[in-house]
Structure formats: C-alpha cells, structure tokens
C-alpha cells in the first residue's frame, strides 16, 4: 500500500497546471481512493489499474476541450447534460415518474410531457446507469473469454470503461450536480446565500485542489464494500443524499467562503465526506458489476 500511494503521489505531482483544476484533482482522488479501497476478491488486474482508473476519472471532461469545440461543438453539446441532474427543477412527482422510464429518452419524453426539457434538467442518473450496465457487460464477457489473447483485449475494455463511469458517479457526489442553484444561488434566496457564480469552481477545483489530499478521503471511507441492491434505485438514493447536502454546502460558504486560503475545518470535513461518498459509491458500483455479472438476471 505504501508503494502505492507513493507512486499516486508521483503521478499527482507530474500533473500539468491546467488539468488540476472535482476538477480535476477532486475527480482523481476519487478515482484513485475507490481503487484502493476494493474488495479482494474483486479481479486482479482491476486492483491493479489503481493508478490508470484515477486518470481516466477526469475523462468525459477533457471531451470539453476548446479546441475541439472550435472546429465542431458536437462533442460538447451532445454530452455536457450527463454531468448532472436539477433535481429541484421539476416536482418531485414529475422526477421519480421520469426516472422509472426505460430510458434517457423515455425519460426526455416525461419531463417533455411535463413542460421541461432533459437538457435543461440533466442526464446524470442515466449516464451512471448506462455505463455501469456498460461495465457489468464486460465482467461477463471477461468471464467466458475464450483464451489469454481475447481476455487481455476485453480487460482493456473494462479499465476505459470502469474510468468513465467513475467520472459520472463522482459528478453526482457533490451538491452542486444535483440542483439549479449549481453556480450561486438563484430565484427566491430568503437564507441569504451566495450568488457568486464562481462558487462552483471555489469549491470543487480550487477549495479541492489546495486542501484535499488522498489520506483525507480514505480517512473519511467508513463504510465497508457493499454489492448494491440495483444499480437504479442505488443511483437514485445516492443522488438524493447529495441533494440533500445543498444547504449545508451553501451554509457553510456563507459562514466563511470555500477559496485555497480557507481554513475552517467544517469545510475539509465537508469536502472529504462528498469526496468519500462519491469513491464509495463508485466502488460498490464497479463490485457490484463484477459480483452480478456472474448472474444474467441481476439488474
């Protein structure tokens, strides 16, 4: 373990300046404190990948780059609804009817019906769903492998794939992904918070990157290995849970605004329990698609 987080701590620290930017270090961390805290009976050449899977953790991220947007927006603006859902946009009844649709486009087709649009609301629970059933997929197909060759060809597969879903898991960890008030404040503010709407990368890119390291999220993982009852209805709950932290996150930039020199200790604490809850989740999610994949009817 000490060799591990050792070359974490090199691979951290080659990192280029504009990529640390849940930023960038957030999403690592997150990446990197669930490969580290996998069961061992969880594939060897996954606990291996510790170091790729923390990398590949920004991905979906780097499909915003400038340039590329330059040339043709598709890329962008086909994905940039993945990496969230308003729940507070619509009533609730209207949300719990469109996330039990079958699909992201059963589920455009409710909100549709309600007057609201899927990307304006997001897509975020159907894009951790999609690539955990994506993953759970390749675990079966890693398992009936005909020989060493094809074997090695679908554990590639797994390590991308397990990386990209770990970026929409770790999206939906912090508050700020789960709600219009995602960069300040806005509408009817009768407790005073901030409208900054910078308050987003405050928190998530510079807050993160200057005091959050690796121990503080590993510390904060509490809970144990778990295989999750369904990947929807555990998505579900789990989004919820970081809804349910909005106030607390606003309450506690207005007590003292999340910026690199902040030195109040309720925001680390803050920080490293979203930050944990995101690795947590993200590896019951990858064991629990290795444990199910051994069963064809698991959902």
């Given at each position: 373990m000490r060799g591990l987080c050792a070359a974490s701590a090199t691979l951290f620290a080659l990192l280029p300046v504009n990529l640390m930017a849940w930023g960038d270090a957030g999403h690592r961390l997150i990446g990197l404190a669930a490969a580290q805290k996998l069961p061992a009976d969880m594939p060897a050449f996954f606990r291996a990948a510790a170091d790729q899977l923390s990398y590949l953790n920004p991905e979906p991220d780097r499909w915003k780059d400038r340039a590329e947007r330059a040339i043709d927006p598709a890329l962008e603006g086909g994905t940039s609804s993945d990496h969230y859902?308003?729940?507070?946009?619509?009533?609730?009844?209207?949300?719990?009817?469109?996330?039990?649709?079958?699909n992201r486009f059963a589920f455009s087709d409710t909100l549709r019906a309600a007057g609201s649009a899927a990307n304006t609301v997001g897509l975020l629970p159907f894009a951790m769903l999609e690539q955990a059933q994506r993953l759970r997929g390749d675990f079966r197909l890693w398992r009936i492998a005909p020989d060493a060759t094809v074997r090695g060809w679908i554990e590639a597969r797994i390590i991308d794939d397990a990386g990209l879903l770990g970026h929409f898991v770790a999206d939906g960890s912090n508050p700020h992904h789960t709600t219009k008030h995602h960069n300040g404040w806005v509408g009817d503010n009768p407790k005073g918070y901030t409208t900054d709407n910078r308050f987003h990368s405050r928190f998530e890119s510079a807050y993160v990157q200057a005091?959050?390291?690796l121990p503080d999220v590993l510390a904060a993982m509490t809970n144990a290995p778990r295989t999750l009852p369904t990947f929807r209805e555990s998505i579900i709950a789990y989004l919820n849970t970081s809804y349910s932290q909005l106030d607390r996150l606003y309450e506690l930039d207005k007590i003292s605004p999340f910026q690199p020199e902040s030195t109040t200790p309720?925001?680390?604490?803050?920080?490293a329990a979203r930050l944990a809850a995101g690795a947590e989740m993200l590896r019951d999610v990858w064991y629990t698609a290795w444990v199910t994949s051994a069963t064809s009817g698991a959902k």
């Open positions: 859902v308003d729940m507070d946009l619509v009533s609730p009844t209207v949300l719990k009817a469109a996330l039990a649709a079958p005091h959050m390291k309720e925001q680390k604490t803050f920080a």
